[in-house]
């Protein structure tokens, strides 16, 4: 199906009123549900940015190790679906590291008002709500294992919170920022459901086209994310987000033609454990940026002892 013909399938197909999570239950196959998880976790990753705001140490801690294995989840069962050669256990072990790094970040949480008491409460508040909108972010990159959209145990008991609120939103357009900001997920996941049930795509097609269904929801995106989206370029690597800017628009993987892109694509899914767990998330985040767009016959492509400069460190 080429671009402006699932475009128009897609406007025609926006059940923005039905729940994400009951259209993703009843979406046949795990396959489905997984790439379903996965174009989710997309859209919400640049909040994911804010994982680390305060000043306590657990956020710290945690913070880039969390970035890292939530964007090399998301890069592997990408690639998984969009070329074949990627090991089998390659999700499952991004998945198994970054489920330990959230469960430590989890077992501090309920105390995040003490941890950073330093604070005024508005400070407090506001830093304790980026970091819960970037959980919801995560949740959403677990949700590539679980099948499943779920609640957080923060949001339990609080009606005015959605499992998509996964940006940080204040000013005098806040409120009503973040309920398009809802909605447009809403109606992308619904887009992707509706897609795979009438098997209007295959998995690999659905992997390479747009994030979002329609371009105002694209430009909504842009306009809400585009700070968070620089700070992840500084922070991360800016490949890495030229690589998950280019799923927004689909197409393109690494500014080559997919066939193009498919053996750096599939050996960097491939890459050991070792490789990104031998040293601390900052050379690894570096690391794997040059991956993505270093000579593949450098001695340094892949490499378990290629460090970031100490002039480009963060921490």
């Known amino acids: ?48 940015a804010r ?10 801690e945690t913070e880039l190790p969390i970035r890292l294995h939530a964007i090399r989840a998301i890069f592997v069962t990408w690639s998984d679906f969009v070329f ?14 970054l489920a330990a790094l959230l469960a430590k970040l989890d077992e501090g949480l309920p ?12 400070a407090v508040a506001s ?28 949001d339990h008991g609080r009606s005015y919170r959605d499992f998509l609120d996964t940006l940080s939103i204040y000013g005098p357009t806040g409120r009503s920022d973040m309920a398009r900001w809802r909605a447009a997920q809403r109606a992308a996941i619904g887009a992707d459901c509706a897609v795979l049930q009438d098997k209007e795509m295959t998995p690999a097609e659905l992997a390479l086209a747009p994030l979002w269904p329609d371009p105002h929801s694209a430009a909504l995106e842009t306009n809400l994310t585009r700070g968070l989206s620089a700070k992840n370029a500084g922070e991360l690597g800016g490949h890495i987000e030229t690589w998950l800017r280019e799923r927004k628009d689909g197409s393109l993987v690494l500014n080559m033609d997919p066939e193009q892109a498919r053996e750096r ?16 998330a900052t050379d690894t985040l570096y690391a794997f940026d040059y991956c993505l767009d270093g000579d593949l016959k450098n001695p340094n492509w ?3 002892t290629l460090l970031r400069p100490d002039w480009q460190k963060m921490r």
Do not use: H
């Open 51 to 60: 994982i680390g705001d305060g000043p306590w140490g657990l956020g710290r």
């Open 265 to 280: 694509v599939v050996k960097i899914a491939n890459l050991p454990l070792s490789f990104w767990q031998c040293r601390p």
């Open 84 to 97: 074949d050669g990627v090991r089998n256990d390659a999700r499952r072990k991004a998945s198994e590291t």
């Open 127 to 154: 830093w304790q709500d980026a970091v819960e909108a970037a959980r919801r972010g995560v949740s959403l990159v677990e949700a590539i294992e679980t099948l499943a959209f779920q609640d957080l145990p923060f």
């Open 1 to 48: 199906m080429r671009p402006s013909e699932w475009l128009k399938f897609w406007s025609k197909r926006r059940p923005d009123d039905v729940s994400p999570r009951i259209m993703l239950a009843n979406l046949p196959g795990d396959d489905n549900k997984r790439l379903v998880a996965l174009r989710s976790a997309m859209r919400a990753f640049p909040g994911v």
């Open 302 to 304: 892949g490499s378990e």
């Open 111 to 122: 105390d995040f008002y003490n941890r950073n008491i330093m604070g005024s409460d508005y």
